[in-house]
């Protein structure tokens, strides 16, 4: 059994992040693909991430 109440979410509605766990409100909240919400710290790390696994696979000129 679903329950569904119609109410409308709202910008300052609070989540939490589906990697941290962290609570966070939906303005500072982005959608993941699985319907999942993340907080901008954790976009920012996995930003960082992607850039230094980038790099490295580069080769840098002395």
């Known amino acids: ?3 569904t109440l119609d109410l409308p979410l709202y910008r300052t509605d609070v ?3 589906s990697r ?3 609570a ?3 303005e500072h909240s982005w959608k ?3 319907g999942g919400r993340i907080c901008a710290g954790c976009v920012g790390e996995q930003v960082e991430a992607y850039r230094l696994t980038t790099v490295a696979d580069r080769e840098i000129p002395f």
């Open 1 to 3: 059994m679903s329950l």
């Open 15 to 17: 989540t939490a992040c």
């Open 20 to 22: 941290c766990a962290k």
């Open 24 to 26: 966070v409100t939906f």
């Open 32 to 34: 993941t693909l699985d």
